[in-house]
């Protein structure tokens, strides 16, 4: 490892054997979804006396941590996700960055946890793409980053802790469902929840990935791609996917999602998508809708899309739903028009085709 260049704040160490310019392409090729990672990383420490310090890109490595180390125990640790795309003509652009870096110090204050500076998060970002530039794949596919903070004190009191580590990994993704732009199949859970009010559900911490593991192996037998939650006070009112939020089209051009309330997650791509639908003219109504009312929609024919959205998959069509009562489609069980058009418009903003005129994209390279 050596120290080549400094920027102000984040030291860069290149990797001195970095994997091959042919392994590298080769695994371009087909990178399926968090399999493969890119030669470097982020790391930056957090101490209650000096604050954030040793920021870095460094070759990517395993982490040593000490058998007492918090985030172990009590399970103190958030994070992000968001891509880098390769535009045609080579740029590369981020989405709404600065979203991430909000919601990230939103999390961190949920977990009783130090904020990561909204500039040191997205430089932070951008240093890491521009060295591990090589590895952003071009076409439908992007680079996954994934920024995350746990704590590190090795302490054994419930407390929160006074040590932390700040860290990103990258890696090159393709679809993130196997069927492309085939629609998803959902199994509504009725017995596990996912938050609570009052509880961490508008937080990104991997305590409630942990909480809905069991639920997305129960849609998995059932043969169903994701899982999608209802409240817990009810087990009525729809919620969101196991990893990404959802939307309603009705026969009347009007969209329904689920309020932020403090149990879901505040999606960026679920607000960006709120921001193209009434650009289009379409009424969005951001309410409690019950798994009732969905059911009836379908059978009545008022319901004629629905789709889920977030960063990893973009919009997935959800074509069926089954439950503990049996299952049905929604509209002919394929991805609907609004969906596929959405679809395309984030995507060619994303991937700098069409001009972004409300300055979604930050270009790094
Ligand atoms: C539980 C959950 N909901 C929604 C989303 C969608 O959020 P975003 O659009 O910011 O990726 C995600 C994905 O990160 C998620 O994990």
């Given at each position: 490892?050596?120290?080549?260049?400094?920027?102000?704040?984040?030291?860069?160490e290149?990797?001195?054997s970095?994997?091959?310019?042919a392994?590298?392409?080769?695994?371009?090729?087909?990178p399926?979804?968090?399999?493969?990672?890119?030669?470097h990383?982020?790391?930056?420490?957090?101490?209650?006396?000096?604050?954030?310090?040793?920021?870095?890109?460094?070759?990517?490595?395993?982490?040593?941590?000490?058998p007492?180390s918090?985030?172990?125990?009590?399970?103190?640790?958030?994070?992000?996700?968001?891509?880098?795309?390769?535009?045609?003509?080579?740029?590369?652009l981020?989405?709404?960055?600065?979203?991430?870096?909000?919601?990230?110090?939103?999390?961190?204050?949920?977990m009783?946890?130090?904020?990561?500076?909204?500039e040191?998060?997205?430089k932070?970002?951008?240093e890491?793409?521009?060295?591990?530039?090589?590895?952003?794949?071009?076409?439908?596919?992007?680079?996954?980053?994934?920024?995350?903070?746990?704590?590190?004190?090795?302490?054994?009191?419930?407390?929160?802790?006074?040590?932390?580590i700040f860290?990103?990994?990258?890696?090159?993704?393709?679809?993130?469902?196997?069927?492309?732009?085939?629609?998803?199949?959902?199994?509504v859970?009725?017995t596990?929840?996912?938050?609570?009010?009052?509880?961490?559900?508008?937080?990104k911490?991997?305590g409630?990935?942990?909480?809905?593991?069991?639920?997305?192996?129960?849609?998995?037998k059932?043969?169903?791609?994701?899982?999608?939650?209802?409240?817990?006070?009810?087990?009525?009112?729809?919620?969101?996917?196991?990893?990404?939020?959802?939307?309603?089209?009705?026969?009347?051009?009007?969209?329904?999602t689920?309020?932020?309330?403090?149990?879901?997650?505040?999606?960026?791509t679920?607000?960006?998508?709120?921001?193209?639908?009434?650009?289009?003219?379409?009424?969005?109504?951001?309410?409690?809708y019950?798994?009732?009312?969905?059911?009836?929609?379908?059978?009545?024919?008022?319901?004629?899309?629905?789709?889920?959205?977030?960063?990893?998959?973009?919009?997935?069509?959800?074509g069926?739903?089954?439950?503990?009562?049996?299952?049905?489609?929604?509209?002919?069980?394929?991805?609907?028009?609004?969906?596929t058009?959405?679809?395309?418009q984030?995507?060619?903003?994303?991937?700098?085709?069409t001009?972004?005129?409300?300055?979604?994209?930050?270009?790094?390279?």
């Open positions: 490892m050596t120290a080549t260049s400094t920027s102000p704040e984040i030291t860069i290149f990797h001195e970095p994997v091959s310019d392994d590298r392409i080769k695994a371009l090729e087909t399926g979804f968090g399999k493969i990672f890119t030669d990383m982020v790391l930056a420490r957090w101490t209650a006396d000096k604050g954030w310090h040793d920021a870095k890109v460094t070759p990517r490595r395993p982490l040593e941590l000490d007492a918090a985030v172990l125990h009590y399970a103190q640790e958030i994070f992000e996700g968001m891509k880098a795309y390769k535009a045609d003509d080579g740029r590369i981020l989405f709404r960055p600065e979203e991430n870096a909000r919601r990230f110090a939103q999390s961190a204050a949920r009783a946890m130090p904020a990561v500076p909204e040191l998060f997205l932070a970002v951008e890491l793409v521009r060295v591990d530039k090589n590895w952003i794949p071009s076409g439908d596919a992007s680079l996954y980053l994934r920024p995350f903070m746990f704590a590190n004190e090795a302490f054994l009191g419930v407390r929160p802790a006074q040590e932390y860290c990103i990994i990258a890696s090159p993704v393709g679809a993130y469902f196997k069927g492309g732009a085939k629609a998803v199949s959902l199994w859970e009725t596990y929840t996912r938050a609570a009010a009052g509880g961490t559900g508008a937080a911490c991997g409630n990935y942990a909480a809905s593991l069991v639920a997305q192996a129960e849609a998995a059932k043969d169903c791609d994701q899982v999608v939650f209802l409240d817990a006070a009810e087990h009525r009112w729809v919620e969101e996917l196991g990893g990404m939020n959802v939307f309603f089209v009705m026969n009347d051009g009007s969209v329904v689920p309020p932020l309330g403090g149990t879901i997650l505040p999606g960026i679920r607000a960006s998508v709120i921001v193209l639908a009434k650009e289009k003219g379409l009424r969005v109504d951001e309410r409690p019950s798994f009732e009312e969905w059911q009836a929609d379908a059978a009545s024919g008022k319901l004629v899309e629905a789709f889920a959205c977030g960063t990893a998959a973009v919009l997935a069509g959800i069926l739903v089954r439950h503990a009562a049996g299952e049905f489609k929604v509209g002919d069980g394929q991805t609907g028009k609004l969906t058009e959405l679809r395309q984030l995507v060619s903003l994303q991937k700098g085709v001009n972004d005129e409300r300055g979604w994209t930050r270009r790094v390279l």
